[in-house]
């Protein structure tokens, strides 16, 4: 019982009488004695005490944040409370413009360590951007068993911008009778079903009525029970312009149930396009890890975690993946990804060397796997302006959950115009392991151009599926319509990722920007026009899969064209360009050596071609077969003759049962003379 009032009541705020309860000295609760608030160090005088915001008395609290990436932090001095008593904190609050602010009851433990700062265990009550005018609120929480003391946190959003006043706060001890009487009987209800509805939080599902807040309310008390939650098949539900995200931490069934996410702005702007919607993530709270200098392909540490974590690091001691062209960049800081094991034991070799550390976080994977089912998502589509660098939108579904299955999701895009912004994909993963998105539906969008970093017009990349920093990503039978249509990109990027497969799957593309390692593998799958590119190192291999991009694979020029290890093809079709009229490169891609990437760069070490038909029956007059690669980057004047940065070649390329409709046979450029190729008799 005493649980349940922890989480149940976390969920709602209450207005009106309350229980009697035991009246708790909460100091300076009007503010009329600053000294019982600390305003913190990076609040930005956001948060002040003045007269203009007092509800009764001289002095109120107002938060005028200003700022899309940091928010206030005004906290009370805590107080000292009972483990598994439940108390209720009262306050005033007014919204004077925007959302996006709230107020957090927060426990400590006796070293002042916070115990409930994580979702989905925060008790919190956001102030809703149509209350005007003063209002009274009601929070309840039952104290941890290692709880020592509580304080009252006020914070706005760190995406939001919102002006607020609070006042009147008051902290009460309830008694375990007054407690137990907080049960209702929805609540009762929902627990003996053991499933969780959007509808027993007041959704609507009409596609009209806004059924964002019901729905993160559905989800964190189905968090907090470790209950599944169910959508209704025939529901419709509105996601809202609000700057709200539903914390997705239990297997979770959407059915055939309609999600609408409109970006539009024809009828109302959303508070926030970098919002999240949905994030899949775990319950387990991140650990500490002391973890020693790695070399590169260590398999080994001295860390001993408690069970399996997922583990990032970063350095800032060193840039990499430089990016040249006209999207140039200083680079990303050294950055790496894997699996830390019980026994110290590392999967997902580590890419590079790492002598000191900026930050690393480990967070425990969890044992068992969660799944989301179904849905059926439309977007429509924003139309905002972006003549100049990347404004990309969220307003998505994210997974930072290890072992996790996206299973039979379908996202339509509908209304694009001649204006709009890209987007960050909307299913995406990052910082996890293990993850598959399985039977899913993707739309192509489209294609927009901006001045890059370089001045010069570039096309914006903008994607329906993404995943960065990512231990294992498998994506299986997953569809999408149009896949040769040019005016679409591509619907995938990825970047920092190790061990990518893709299995029976239809797209316009696979593409790894900053990097893949490991297996990179595409298996009984189509590619579209924008075809097969990736830089990293490993093995990558094609097998029984169908390409339509110019090359068969491209090694992305933006970042070196390197791929430090061997390419495998086995048994695959390639139709150039979709058949259009051209000189076709197997490996696409070049580097002149001169551009400084923050790491050598190489052509694969090995190719091995086994079963290849290649579709070139459409070439130009002068043809003569197709190329394995690009002619080497010529000697242009003012190059000298031995370049900084050498692209280190191709060793061999070993093939068998290689065909072509032309009937010619493929050629290596001159230039590349150290080249060994071997033709091993054909099978039947």
């Given at each position: 019982?005493?649980?349940?009032?922890?989480?149940?009541?976390?969920?709602?705020?209450?207005?009106?009488?309350?229980?009697?309860?035991?009246?708790?000295?909460?100091?300076?609760?009007?503010?009329?004695?600053?000294?019982?608030?600390?305003?913190?160090?990076?609040?930005?005088?956001?948060?002040?005490?003045?007269?203009?915001?007092?509800?009764?008395?001289?002095?109120?609290?107002?938060?005028?944040?200003?700022?899309?990436?940091?928010?206030?932090?005004?906290?009370?001095?805590?107080?000292?409370?009972?483990?598994?008593?439940?108390?209720?904190?009262?306050?005033?609050?007014?919204?004077?413009?925007?959302?996006?602010?709230?107020?957090?009851?927060?426990?400590?433990?006796?070293?002042?360590?916070?115990?409930?700062?994580?979702?989905?265990?925060?008790?919190?009550?956001?102030?809703?951007?149509?209350?005007?005018?003063?209002?009274?609120?009601?929070?309840?929480?039952?104290?941890?068993?290692?709880?020592?003391?509580?304080?009252?946190?006020?914070?706005?959003?760190?995406?939001?911008?919102?002006?607020?006043?609070?006042?009147?706060?008051?902290?009460?001890?309830?008694?375990?009778?007054?407690?137990?009487?907080?049960?209702?009987?929805?609540?009762?209800?929902?627990?003996?079903?053991?499933?969780?509805?959007?509808?027993?939080?007041?959704?609507?599902?009409?596609?009209?009525?806004?059924?964002?807040?019901?729905?993160?309310?559905?989800?964190?008390?189905?968090?907090?029970?470790?209950?599944?939650?169910?959508?209704?098949?025939?529901?419709?539900?509105?996601?809202?312009?609000?700057?709200?995200?539903?914390?997705?931490?239990?297997?979770?069934?959407?059915?055939?149930?309609?999600?609408?996410?409109?970006?539009?702005?024809?009828?109302?702007?959303?508070?926030?396009?970098?919002?999240?919607?949905?994030?899949?993530?775990?319950?387990?709270?991140?650990?500490?890890?002391?973890?020693?200098?790695?070399?590169?392909?260590?398999?080994?540490?001295?860390?001993?975690?408690?069970?399996?974590?997922?583990?990032?690091?970063?350095?800032?001691?060193?840039?990499?993946?430089?990016?040249?062209?006209?999207?140039?960049?200083?680079?990303?800081?050294?950055?790496?990804?894997?699996?830390?094991?019980?026994?110290?034991?590392?999967?997902?070799?580590?890419?590079?060397?790492?002598?000191?550390?900026?930050?690393?976080?480990?967070?425990?994977?969890?044992?068992?796997?969660?799944?989301?089912?179904?849905?059926?998502?439309?977007?429509?589509?924003?139309?905002?302006?972006?003549?100049?660098?990347?404004?990309?939108?969220?307003?998505?579904?994210?997974?930072?959950?290890?072992?996790?299955?996206?299973?039979?999701?379908?996202?339509?895009?509908?209304?694009?115009?001649?204006v709009g912004a890209p987007y960050g994909g909307f299913l995406s993963a990052s910082s996890c392991a293990d993850?598959?998105?399985?039977?899913?539906?993707?739309?192509?969008?489209?294609?927009?151009?901006?001045?890059?970093?370089?001045?010069?017009?570039?096309?914006?990349?903008?994607?329906?599926?993404?995943?960065?920093?990512?231990?294992?990503?498998?994506?299986?039978?997953?569809r999408m319509n149009h896949i040769n249509d040019r005016t679409l990109w591509g619907v995938i990027g990825t970047?920092?990722?190790?061990?990518?497969?893709?299995?029976?799957?239809?797209?316009?593309?696979?593409?790894?920007?900053?990097?893949?390692?490991?297996?990179?593998?595409?298996?009984?799958?189509?590619?579209?026009?924008?075809?097969?590119?990736?830089?990293?190192?490993?093995?990558?291999?094609?097998?029984?899969?169908?390409?339509?991009?110019?090359?068969?694979?491209?090694?992305?020029?933006?970042?070196?064209?390197?791929?430090?290890?061997?390419?495998?093809?086995?048994?695959?079709?390639?139709?150039?360009?979709?058949?259009?009229?051209?000189?076709?490169?197997?490996?696409?891609?070049?580097?002149?050596?001169?551009?400084?990437?923050?790491?050598?760069?190489?052509?694969?070490?090995?190719?091995?071609?086994?079963?290849?038909?290649?579709?070139?029956?459409?070439?130009?007059?002068?043809?003569?077969?197709?190329?394995?690669?690009?002619?080497?980057?010529?000697?242009?004047?003012?190059?000298?003759?031995?370049?900084?940065?050498?692209y280190q070649p191709v060793r061999k390329i070993t093939i068998r049962n290689l065909q072509t409709a032309s009937?010619?046979?493929?050629?290596?450029?001159?230039?590349?003379?150290?080249?060994?190729?071997?033709?091993?008799?054909?099978?039947?």
């Amino acid at each position: 019982m005493k649980r349940w009032i922890a989480g149940c009541l976390s969920l709602f705020v209450l207005m009106g009488p309350t229980h009697a309860a035991t009246e708790q000295v909460f100091p300076s609760g009007d503010f009329e004695d600053p000294a019982g608030w600390t305003i913190g160090g990076e609040d930005g005088g956001m948060a002040t005490i003045v007269p203009e915001a007092a509800r009764e008395g001289k002095m109120g609290l107002r938060v005028a944040d200003e700022s899309d990436r940091v928010g206030s932090d005004c906290r009370s001095t805590p107080i000292p409370v009972t483990s598994g008593k439940t108390y209720e904190l009262r306050f005033w609050g007014r919204n004077l413009s925007g959302s996006g602010i709230g107020v957090y009851l927060h426990f400590h433990d006796a070293t002042s360590r916070t115990l409930n700062d994580r979702r989905p265990n925060q008790i919190i009550s956001s102030l809703p951007q149509d209350r005007k005018g003063w209002h009274e609120f009601k929070l309840y929480g039952m104290a941890p068993a290692a709880a020592a003391t509580l304080s009252v946190w006020i914070h706005s959003y760190n995406a939001s911008k919102v002006r607020a006043d609070y006042d009147g706060f008051q902290i009460a001890e309830l008694s375990d009778e007054e407690a137990a009487k907080m049960q209702d009987e929805n609540t009762r209800k929902i627990l003996s079903r053991g499933t969780v509805t959007y509808e027993d939080f007041g959704a609507v599902g009409d596609g009209v009525a806004d059924d964002m807040e019901s729905i993160c309310k559905a989800h964190t008390f189905a968090n907090l029970h470790r209950l599944p939650v169910q959508a209704n098949a025939k529901g419709i539900y509105h996601l809202g312009m609000k700057a709200l995200t539903a914390t997705v931490a239990t297997n979770t069934d959407w059915g055939t149930a309609r999600f609408t996410v409109d970006d539009s702005g024809v009828a109302t702007k959303v508070e926030s396009r970098r919002q999240t919607l949905f994030v899949v993530d775990s319950l387990l709270s991140a650990v500490k890890l002391e973890l020693e200098p790695v070399k590169r392909d260590q398999m080994q540490v001295a860390a001993r975690p408690e069970q399996d974590c997922y583990v990032q690091v970063e350095s800032d001691a060193r840039r990499v993946f430089i990016r040249r062209g006209s999207n140039q960049n200083k680079g990303s800081r050294l950055r790496d990804c894997f699996i830390l094991r019980r026994d110290g034991a590392i999967e997902g070799p580590i890419d590079w060397d790492f002598d000191s550390y900026t930050r690393i976080t480990a967070r425990p994977i969890e044992q068992d796997t969660l799944v989301v089912k179904g849905g059926v998502f439309t977007t429509l589509a924003n139309r905002m302006l972006c003549d100049k660098g990347y404004s990309y939108w969220g307003r998505n579904i994210v997974v930072r959950r290890s072992n996790t299955v996206i299973d039979g999701l379908t996202h339509y895009v509908v209304g694009e115009t001649s204006v709009g912004a890209p987007y960050g994909g909307f299913l995406s993963a990052s910082s996890c392991a293990d993850i598959t998105f399985r039977n899913c539906f993707a739309t192509g969008h489209r294609t927009y151009r901006t001045i890059g970093s370089a001045g010069r017009p570039v096309s914006m990349g903008t994607y329906d599926y993404s995943a960065n920093s990512v231990v294992n990503f498998r994506m299986e039978n997953c569809r999408m319509n149009h896949i040769n249509d040019r005016t679409l990109w591509g619907v995938i990027g990825t970047n920092f990722c190790k061990n990518i497969v893709l299995e029976d799957c239809v797209l316009s593309r696979m593409d790894s920007h900053q990097g893949v390692s490991g297996e990179y593998t595409i298996r009984r799958t189509t590619l579209g026009t924008a075809g097969f590119n990736a830089i990293g190192r490993g093995v990558l291999t094609v097998e029984d899969s169908t390409i339509y991009g110019s090359s068969l694979v491209a090694l992305r020029g933006d970042y070196g064209s390197t791929w430090e290890g061997d390419v495998v093809i086995r048994n695959s079709r390639w139709v150039p360009g979709n058949g259009a009229r051209l000189w076709p490169r197997l490996i696409g891609g070049g580097n002149d050596g001169m551009h400084d990437f923050g790491y050598p760069c190489h052509m694969p070490r090995q190719i091995t071609i086994d079963g290849l038909f290649v579709d070139d029956s459409k070439h130009p007059d002068d043809y003569r077969g197709l190329l394995f690669f690009n002619h080497p980057e010529p000697a242009r004047k003012g190059l000298p003759e031995k370049r900084p940065f050498p692209y280190q070649p191709v060793r061999k390329i070993t093939i068998r049962n290689l065909q072509t409709a032309s009937g010619k046979q493929p050629c290596l450029p001159n230039g590349y003379a150290g080249t060994e190729v071997e033709y091993l008799p054909d099978t039947k």
